[in-house]
């Protein structure tokens, strides 16, 4: 059964960069079905998709958070990466990895369980 | 971004009711609408994709319906293990957007 499990800092700096991995377990990254990506929700707010990525490259992202956002694979270790830069207070939330079909419909499945990471100085 | 509205934002119930939850999309979405029930401290999970699909290893209880604009989930006979958030989320086209939740609470 495929597990995702997030891993980061907890608290992260205004103004510097939040940096979580997302560990993958059976199953691959290099699904040719999937992408993978993405969700967080800030405290009393709604679930955000941030963004999704193919492992070969193909990558997608909210509008709202494009500019400064990195998403990458590293096929080796089987993970998947997120990079937010120059965070505020409303980037603190729970942040969930994801994967959802490639084609078809684009429901998200399965989820980690979530880091809560906290911007604060 | 296509805007998701669900209703109610909270509601009590007991074992065995049967409870409905709405969601109304602000364009049409077709039958791109999936339905997902959250824990706390779990990860959450998909109940019903295509908005009456049901996920594999999900009780029959939960059933989706609607299509366009206006959704619902219901379920039938609610058990302990029911009690949590219910959030859904269009996949009609992107950004992919969420409802802002129904809390499900013991009445």
């Known amino acids: 059964q495929l597990q995702l499990q997030e891993s980061g800092p907890r608290v992260v700096k205004p103004s510097e960069t939040l940096s979580l991995t997302c560990s993958v377990s059976g199953g691959s990254i290099t699904s040719t079905n999937h992408y993978w990506g993405w969700i967080r929700q800030p405290p009393g707010k709604r679930l955000e998709w941030i963004g999704s990525?193919?492992?070969?490259?193909?990558?997608h992202f909210n509008p709202s958070l494009e500019s400064r956002v990195t998403i990458s694979v590293d096929t080796s270790k089987n993970q998947l990466s997120l990079k937010l830069r120059s965070v505020t207070a409303a980037d603190t939330g729970v942040y969930h990895c994801?994967?959802?079909?490639?084609?078809?419909?684009?429901?998200?499945?399965?989820w980690g369980q979530g880091i809560l990471v906290i911007v604060s100085s | 971004d296509i805007q998701m509205t669900q209703s109610p934002s909270s509601l009590s119930a007991s074992v065995g009711d049967r409870v409905t939850i709405t969601c109304r999309a602000s364009q049409d979405i077709s039958s791109y609408l999936n339905w997902y029930q959250h824990k706390p401290g779990e990860a959450p999970e998909l109940l019903i994709y295509a908005a009456s699909s049901l996920q594999g290893g999900v009780p029959s209880r939960f059933i989706g319906s609607g299509s366009g604009t206006d959704f619902t989930l219901t379920i039938s006979g609610l058990q302990p293990e029911d009690f949590a958030t219910y959030y859904c989320q269009q996949s009609f086209t992107t950004p992919w957007t969420f409802g802002q939740g129904t809390k499900v609470e013991v009445k």
């Open positions: 990525m193919y492992y070969s490259g193909s990558r």
């Open positions: 994801v994967r959802r079909l490639r084609l078809g419909d684009n429901y998200f499945d399965p």
